[in-house]
Every structure is written in structure tokens, then in C-alpha cells.
Antibody, heavy 119, light 107 residues
Framework: QVKLVQSGAEVKKPGAAVKVSCKTSGYTFTSYDISWVRQAPGQGLEWMGWISPYNSKTDYTQSLQGRVTMTTDTSTSTAYMELRSLTSDDTAVYYC????????????WGQGTLVTVSS | DIQMTQSPSSLSASVGDRVTITCRASQSIGSYLNWYQQKPGKAPNLLIFAASTLQSGVPSRFSGSGSGTDFTLTISSLQPEDFAAYYCQQSYNVPRTFGQGTKVEIK
């Protein structure tokens, strides 16, 4: 069965960087894009961007351009999301999700990783 | 960016009620509209994709309709496990924006 397992919770100081991993299994990693979505406490869902594990093509939401980098390691079927220059506004649960290649719906999600930014 | 506007932002309903949530896109997105359910502390769960296609394993009391700019999620008979937040998302282009969410609460 398809599984996406994310790394554990992180606490970071303002200005630092965080790198969240998303280890996948149960399917051909290079056949499906991975997106990252975040959710601030008590707020809605924010789409951050996506990466193609097949050719490493990425697309990021404009508000995060220059601070976010999404990568993949095909040898371990793992996707990564790095966010730099953290502020308290980046405190959120970060999710990875596998997208289909037809209607781009996210049928499989990781369990989420809480990133807390606090001095 | 395409803006997605859901209404209402919250609603109170009773078990057995018929519930309708609407989602409007700021431009035409064809049928590239997905609906997710999210329970507290859990990842979102895909309910419907392509505006009206029920995801495998999702109960048939959930249905979706619409195309272009106006879409609807309907729960025909609300069950206790349906009390949650619901989000629409357009997958027509990037950024794949979400609506602000609708919280369905117990009356």
C-alpha cells in the first residue's frame, strides 16, 4: 500500500532553516509528483509547491520563492522540503502529498510534521 | 493566482441533515476541482476529484457537482463521523490554491 512517512517535529529559532523529509513506499516513486502543503495553527491549508521526482522540476508559490527548496532522492524514494530564514509565521504543520498525473488530486498524504519557530 | 472562495465558513447541522457547501473560483477551472475532509490533528483526506468523481472508499452520501467557476459538495445525510473541516482546491494551474475551509459542527 502507498505510504508517505514524514520526519518528526522540529523546533527552530527565527532565522534558522528546517528540512522536512517524506519517505515514500508502495509505488514507483518517479511516477508521481509530490506537493507540500502547510497549515498554521487554527488556519486553513496553504499549497507551497511541487516537485517531479522524475526530472526534479519544481514550482513554488510566489510568497515562498527564494526561501523554499524541494528536492528528492530517488535512491531512497524520499522527498525533502527545506525552508530558510524562518519566522514565527512559518510555525505550522507541514504535509507532503502524492498527486495523480491526471486531475492532480492528492490521494495520499504524509502524517504531517509540526515545525515550531520560537526564540 | 486563482482565488477559491468557500461558503459558508462554518455551519451547524444535525445528524441526518442534508448539507451543501459551495466553492467559487475566480476564473474558469473546468472540472479541476477537488474536495478534502480534514479532522482535527489529521492530514486531509481526498473525498472527490474532477469535481464529481468519488474517491475510492468514500461513502456515497458524499457527492460533488459543478464546472467552470461554481462547485458544490453535498452530504446527503450527515453522519457523526462527518463533523470535520472541508476544503476545496483547484488543480487547474499552479499555485494549486485551496478555499479557506468550511467547518461542519454539531447542532
Amino acid at each position: 500500500q502507498v505510504k508517505l512517512v514524514q520526519s518528526g517535529a522540529e523546533v527552530k529559532k527565527p532565522g534558522a532553516a528546517v528540512k522536512v523529509s517524506c519517505k515514500t513506499s508502495g509505488y514507483t516513486f518517479t511516477s508521481y509528483d509530490i506537493s507540500w502543503v502547510r497549515q498554521a495553527p487554527g488556519q486553513g491549508l496553504e499549497w507551497m509547491g511541487w516537485i517531479s521526482p522524475y526530472n526534479s522540476k519544481t514550482d513554488y508559490t510566489q510568497s515562498l520563492q527564494g526561501r523554499v527548496t524541494m528536492t528528492t532522492d530517488t535512491s531512497t524514494s524520499t522527498a525533502y522540503m527545506e525552508l530558510r530564514s524562518l519566522t514565527s509565521d512559518d510555525t505550522a504543520v507541514y504535509y507532503c502529498a502524492r498527486y495523480s498525473s491526471s486531475w492532480y488530486e492528492a490521494g495520499h498524504w504524509g502524517q504531517g510534521t509540526l515545525v515550531t519557530v520560537s526564540s | 493566482d486563482i482565488q477559491m472562495t468557500q461558503s459558508p465558513s462554518s455551519l451547524s447541522a444535525s445528524v441526518g441533515d442534508r448539507v451543501t457547501i459551495t466553492c467559487r473560483a475566480s476564473q474558469s477551472i473546468g472540472s479541476y476541482l477537488n474536495w478534502y475532509q480534514q479532522k482535527p490533528g489529521k492530514a486531509p483526506n481526498l473525498l472527490i476529484f474532477a469535481a464529481s468523481t468519488l474517491q475510492s472508499g468514500v461513502p456515497s452520501r458524499f457527492s460533488g457537482s459543478g464546472s467552470g467557476t461554481d462547485f458544490t459538495l453535498t452530504i446527503s445525510s450527515l453522519q457523526p463521523e462527518d463533523f470535520a473541516a472541508y476544503y476545496c482546491q483547484q488543480s487547474y494551474n499552479v499555485p494549486r490554491t485551496f478555499g479557506q475551509g468550511t467547518k461542519v459542527e454539531i447542532k
